[in-house]
């Protein structure tokens, strides 16, 4: 199994678990998490607004030009340098199904106040999520595959954000060795 990265990158569909996966492999490695949406969105109590691309650039390059980094996100076009730096790029491709139901019921918990995310997801949001959820497997998929290919040492592709458990394990004590080795 690969050394423990200190660069990962992790991409999926919309509901394919890239945000929980990102956190759950950022507390265990210690490792600080962005989110491409925070990039490209700026974050207002009314509304979210769109970045302009050099803003969003910027900030890409701030969060690239540091030692260690988890970055995740359906964004792609834009992230070739991410992808070049990543020690590590992990695909999350659940079914379509899979995604769907995810996408819904996270609607449902953070209206219902049990879960926080970015936003207020709208019932337009909820649509456009589940639009993008159908037309990804048909459009996004064959660009994200196209610009990984350089990249496959160092991709895994996983339909299900559990199969990275194995990863996580092998890296967690692999990160525990060398803060050993540091503390003699």
């Not at 990102?22 to 969105?41: I, K």
């Not at 209206?111 to 497997?137: C, I």
């Not at 895994?156 to 559990?162: A, G, K």
């Amino acid at each position: 199994m690969a050394r423990c990265p200190g660069k990962i990158h992790i991409i999926g569909s919309v509901g394919s678990g890239k945000t929980w996966l990102a956190g759950q492999a950022a507390e265990r490695l210690s490792l600080p998490h962005y989110q491409t949406d925070n990039m490209v969105w700026m974050r207002t109590a009314r509304a979210d607004i769109r970045n302009p691309d050099e803003i969003r650039s910027a900030i890409l390059q701030s969060v690239l030009s540091q030692k260690k980094w988890i970055i995740e996100g359906v964004h792609h076009r834009w992230l070739s340098e991410s992808f070049r730096q990543a020690d590590v790029i992990i695909y999350l491709d659940p079914p379509a199904s899979k995604r769907r139901n995810r996408i819904i019921s996270r609607f449902f918990r953070q209206r219902l106040g049990l879960e926080t995310g970015n936003y207020k997801q709208s019932l337009w949001d909820l649509l456009q999520l589940l639009r993008w959820n159908r037309e990804f497997d048909g459009q996004s998929r064959p660009d994200i595959m196209s610009l990984l290919q350089p990249y496959e040492h160092k991709l895994i592709v996983l339909d299900d954000s559990s199969g990275l458990e194995p990863y996580l394990t092998e890296w967690t004590a692999q990160a525990e060795v060398r803060l050993e080795a540091a503390g003699d």
